[in-house]
Structures are given as structure tokens and as C-alpha cells.
């Protein structure tokens, strides 16, 4: 029987009951390890992560808890190479693919403890400036402290690694212990992560927890002052702000949901102009990278009428030349699904879109490169495309999480904003042009309803860090269908684990909060 990993918590290792939940190889269909949470006490291990782990990372500063994430940091750096091979077996990526899981966390916990450090040898944050209450003496100061609580992450199954460290990054240097939860598909990279920095000795006791298998109950263990971050299906993001714990005692809950992202390019672009290659290239990134298992894929292309039948073509051509199969292959561009079961999922999507869309690339053309179809969870590069853009509802309510797109005609701009806004809120989109002034209305005009907008010109070809890369420095995060949620965006993801006060008191008062560094 293969390996059960054990659970991080209460400040020991511990295995679950029962042969638990098997991991698998998506491509070669092989079992990988068993994951399993059963037994385990879960209240004991959350009151255990407040006070033991809450209290080791309140009496540290800001500045300690920085130099905590970069050793964290140095200590992952060291396994990469580890973390490569569990990706490409247990989530089927190739390298380049696993990079932006794994070398993504490792980036934005750096780029943390570079923030953190500047925070100061202080426990305590200032939020504004004193406002006067009197004409002398009496006033207001706004105080951010670290809630008094555990951060619950139950992440999704695509980013096993980036998934936990962009959430973890700010919950730490804020003081907040964490306690993960991943997807127990790709729940290995995870745990081994985990596993390594709480070997390290790098985080005090208590303060990083893992568990691995069913979130069943987890939520019961919530208490007031602690947070909850989820990232998945809007399902299940309405059974979490169902529950008791959110609904009554009002634990804080940042939720990333589905999001249908689009791509616009602008009137008066030409097929032979830079920026409508510009888009055609980023599609096919986007539609390929990680077999289109990101949340910020694009899932929509919206370009002028007059150009429908070229990006068709365009498009159509560059996934014709992406080779699909197995990750292992130095051939092989893009890997497989997670599982057969998203597999499964992703077809069905594919059916449903193709009732309301015509195929322009047909992503079953693609031969399977050095894996068993009947056994790899491998689907080629799907785009749909219908000229109709306004009557095929599917495509605007609808996300396949894998690597299919549908092409959509607009009139004109006003219409083609409409047509954006019918995702009902997403994470990203971006826009394409030449024409500075168009390329700012059209971000002004989408950021009421998308999370980021990401604006390429030609002047910044080289630069732009791509559609679907979450950088750290800005928000992450959505209205509407996309969960509602902010993550990142530098420090303002420090707002979510810290509780804002206002203190009214002398101003003499006041000085010595400003003035000393707080008590833990």
C-alpha cells in the first residue's frame, strides 16, 4: 500500500485513521500516496494554533516576521528540485508549468519579506492620521492589531504550492497562525512543503499547520476572531457563507470563485499589427498554460466583427502546434488535467459549449504524445467561437476549468463592454490596442466589474508580466461570480488579518502608542 501522509498539527505529526484518500498519477494512472484527516481533533488543533502559535508570532515585529518568510523562503529554495518532481507526477505539469506554481510561492514570500521588513520593529500598525475630537487634548487614532485567531486556507487544486504561500505570506508577517487545507488531489506538494519548513525549524510551533483529506467539519472549529480564505467553486463559496460560523458568528471570509476572464481587442486594430498578435499570442498562452487550470485564464475573446475570421484563423493555427501528453516528454508542451475526474468535467464542458458554439479548433485532432488515452487525463487545446456573441448565453454563465476559450464579435465598443460585463464579475481582463486614450476608457470602463485589468499596448510588449500571472504587488480578487474576495496587492492583503480600532484618547496618550514599540 502506498505511503499515508501525516497531518502538521497541534504542534506534532499525526496520521489519520483509515486507508484514507488515494493520490494518482493523472498521466500514467499509477497511486502516488494516501491522504486522510479521520480521528483527528480538530478543536484541540485549532485552539492549539491560537494560543500557542498566535502567541509565539504576536511577540514577534513586523521586521521578525519578514526574516521569518525569507528563511521560509531559502528552505523551499533548497527542495525545489523535489517540488518539480511531485508536480509533474501528481498534477501532470511540465516544468515550465510547475515554474509558475512553485517558483510563483517562492517569489511572493520573498517579495513579502522585503515589504515586512520596512514595517519596523513594531506589533502594531497605524491606520491614518490622528483626528482631533476636541479643541484640546482629546483625539482618535486609528490601530490595526493581528486578529486573535487561526486563518483557515482551503485552497483549490491547481496551485498547490502559490495557492498556500500567496495567502500564508501575509497572514504570517501580520501575526495570524495558519492552518492549510488543501485539494486532496494535489495535496502532496502541499504537505512536503509543510513538512520541510516545519522541519526547518523556520516557524514556531504552532504557527504553520497542515491538513490533509476532507474539509468535512473544519468549518465548526471557526471561532469569532478567526479568518477563513477559499478558493474554489461558487458552490461551495455558498454553502461556506452559509454557515454558521460565517453566517452567525461572523468569522471574516475572503472567497475566490469561478470567473469567466476575458480578453478585448480594440476597434481599429488590424491583423497585421502588433497588438492583434499580441492578443492571438497571450490566448494560446493562457488556453495552454497549465492545460487552462488557472483561475485567471481567459475564457473569452472578444475582437471587432471585421477581424472575427482572422483571430479564428490565427488563434486555430498556434494550438495546432501545441503537442499535448505526457510531462515527462521533452516534446510535450502541454501536460494533463489533475485527474480523471476533472477530465471528466472538462469534457462535459466541452460538450455543453459546443450546443451553443462551433468548434474553430478541435482540441480531440490533437495525438496524445507518449501516454495512454484511456488512462491520461489529457484534453487538447479546445476553442469555440460563435458570431452570435449576445443569444449564446452558455459561453457568458458557463467556465470549463481546462484549456478551451470561445472567440466573440462586438459591434462596437459600448457592446463590447456589455459583453464583458455578462460574466457577472471576474478576476481579470485584458485589452489590446494601440491607442492610448481607447486603452484607457476601456480600463476604466471594466474595472467596476473585474478584480485587475491588464492593458498591453506594443510599447510594452516586453514588459507586461501576462494576462494570467498574479503578481504580488497588485490585487488579486474579484466582484460578482469571482467570490467578491481581495487578496495581495501588497500590503493591503495585511488589512484582512488585522482587526482596525479606534482608540479615543489624550493626546499625550496617543504620543506613547506612536512613540513605543506595542506588547505582544
Given at each position: 500500500m502506498t505511503e499515508l501522509l501525516k497531518n502538521f498539527i497541534g504542534g506534532q505529526w499525526v496520521a489519520g485513521n483509515g486507508p484514507g484518500a488515494v493520490l494518482r498519477d493523472p498521466v500514467l494512472g499509477t497511486d502516488l500516496v494516501r491522504v486522510s484527516r479521520d480521528g483527528i481533533d480538530v478543536d484541540t488543533a485549532f485552539r492549539f494554533a491560537r494560543n500557542a502559535g498566535g502567541?509565539?508570532?504576536?511577540?514577534?515585529?513586523?521586521?521578525?516576521?519578514?526574516?521569518?518568510?525569507?528563511?521560509?523562503?531559502?528552505?523551499?529554495?533548497?527542495?525545489?528540485?523535489?517540488?518539480?518532481?511531485?508536480?509533474?507526477?501528481?498534477?501532470?505539469?511540465?516544468k515550465n508549468d510547475s515554474a509558475v506554481d512553485i517558483d510563483g510561492g517562492i517569489y511572493t514570500l520573498g517579495q513579502y519579506a522585503r515589504w515586512g521588513a520596512a514595517l519596523g520593529e513594531q506589533r502594531a500598525l497605524l491606520d491614518g492620521t490622528r483626528a482631533k475630537l476636541a479643541k484640546e487634548g482629546f483625539a482618535s487614532?486609528?490601530?490595526?492589531?493581528?486578529?486573535?485567531?487561526?486563518?483557515?486556507?482551503?485552497?483549490?487544486?491547481?496551485?498547490?504550492?502559490?495557492?498556500?504561500?500567496?495567502?500564508?505570506?501575509?497572514?504570517?508577517?501580520?501575526?495570524?497562525?495558519?492552518i492549510a487545507?488543501?485539494?486532496?488531489?494535489?495535496a502532496w506538494l502541499t504537505q512536503r512543503m509543510v513538512a520541510d519548513v516545519v522541519n526547518a525549524g523556520v516557524v514556531p510551533v504552532g504557527a504553520l499547520s497542515i491538513l490533509c483529506g476532507s474539509s468535512s467539519g473544519l468549518l465548526d472549529a471557526l471561532q469569532p476572531f478567526d479568518v477563513l480564505s477559499f478558493t474554489g467553486s461558487a458552490e461551495t463559496a455558498a454553502t461556506i457563507r452559509a454557515h454558521r460560523a460565517v453566517a452567525a458568528n461572523s468569522v471574516r471570509v475572503n472567497i475566490e470563485a469561478d470567473?469567466?476572464?476575458?480578453?478585448?481587442?480594440?476597434?481599429g486594430v488590424t491583423a497585421d499589427a502588433e497588438a492583434f498578435s499580441l492578443l492571438v499570442k497571450e490566448v494560446v498562452r493562457e488556453m495552454t498554460v497549465k492545460s487552462g487550470q488557472k483561475c485567471t485564464a481567459i475564457r473569452r475573446i472578444f475582437v471587432p466583427e471585421s477581424l472575427y475570421d482572422a483571430a479564428a484563423e490565427a488563434i486555430s493555427a498556434r494550438l495546432a502546434k501545441t503537442t499535448v501528453g505526457n510531462p515527462r516528454n521533452e516534446a510535450v508542451r502541454m501536460g494533463?488535467?489533475?485527474?480523471?475526474?476533472?477530465?471528466?468535467?472538462?469534457?462535459?464542458?466541452?460538450?455543453?459549449?459546443?450546443?451553443?458554439?462551433?468548434?474553430?479548433?478541435?482540441?480531440?485532432?490533437?495525438?496524445?504524445?507518449?501516454?495512454?488515452?484511456?488512462?491520461?487525463?489529457?484534453?487538447?487545446?479546445?476553442?469555440?467561437?460563435?458570431?452570435?456573441?449576445?443569444?449564446?448565453?452558455?459561453?457568458?454563465?458557463?467556465?470549463?476549468f481546462g484549456p478551451v476559450s470561445t472567440l466573440l464579435p462586438y459591434r462596437d465598443l459600448d457592446h463590447a463592454f456589455t459583453l464583458a460585463r455578462r460574466g457577472e464579475g471576474s478576476l481579470v481582463a485584458s485589452v489590446y490596442?494601440?491607442?492610448?486614450?481607447?486603452?484607457?476608457?476601456?480600463?476604466?470602463?471594466?474595472?467596476?466589474?473585474?478584480?485587475?485589468?491588464?492593458?498591453?499596448?506594443?510599447?510594452?510588449?516586453?514588459?507586461?508580466?501576462?494576462?494570467?500571472?498574479?503578481?504580488?504587488?497588485?490585487?488579486?480578487?474579484?466582484?460578482?461570480?469571482?467570490?467578491?474576495?481581495?487578496?495581495?496587492?501588497?500590503?493591503?492583503?495585511?488589512?484582512?488579518?488585522?482587526?482596525?480600532?479606534?482608540?479615543?484618547?489624550?493626546?499625550?496618550?496617543?504620543d506613547q502608542i506612536i512613540a513605543a514599540p506595542f506588547a505582544p
Open positions: 502567541a509565539a508570532l504576536r511577540a514577534m515585529t513586523y521586521t521578525e516576521r519578514a526574516a521569518m518568510l525569507g528563511e521560509i523562503a531559502k528552505v523551499l529554495q533548497a527542495n525545489r528540485d523535489a517540488y518539480y518532481d511531485i508536480a509533474t507526477a501528481n498534477s501532470g505539469t511540465v487614532q486609528h490601530l490595526m492589531v493581528p486578529t486573535r485567531g487561526v486563518a483557515l486556507f482551503i485552497n483549490a487544486f491547481n496551485f498547490p504550492s502559490w495557492g498556500l504561500w500567496e495567502k500564508a505570506a501575509p497572514a504570517l508577517l501580520s501575526g495570524v497562525p495558519v487545507k488543501p485539494a486532496t488531489a494535489t470567473s469567466l476572464n476575458s480578453a478585448l481587442l480594440l476597434p494533463s488535467l489533475v485527474s480523471r475526474e476533472q477530465h471528466q468535467s472538462v469534457i462535459e464542458g466541452i460538450t455543453a459549449l459546443g450546443q451553443a458554439a462551433q468548434r474553430l479548433h478541435d482540441g480531440s485532432q490533437h495525438a496524445l504524445v507518449d501516454c495512454d488515452p484511456a488512462i491520461a487525463a489529457c484534453v487538447g487545446p479546445t476553442l469555440f467561437g460563435t458570431r452570435d456573441a449576445d443569444t449564446a448565453d452558455v459561453v457568458h454563465r458557463m467556465e470549463v490596442g494601440d491607442d492610448n486614450a481607447a486603452l484607457a476608457r476601456a480600463a476604466t470602463e471594466l474595472a467596476d466589474s473585474h478584480g485587475r485589468v491588464h492593458v498591453i499596448s506594443p510599447a510594452i510588449a516586453a514588459q507586461n508580466t501576462g494576462h494570467g500571472n498574479v503578481m504580488p504587488h497588485s490585487l488579486h480578487g474579484g466582484p460578482g461570480r469571482a467570490g467578491g474576495g481581495e487578496e495581495l496587492g501588497g500590503l493591503r492583503a495585511l488589512n484582512f488579518y488585522h482587526r482596525r480600532a479606534a482608540i479615543q484618547a489624550d493626546g499625550a496618550v496617543l
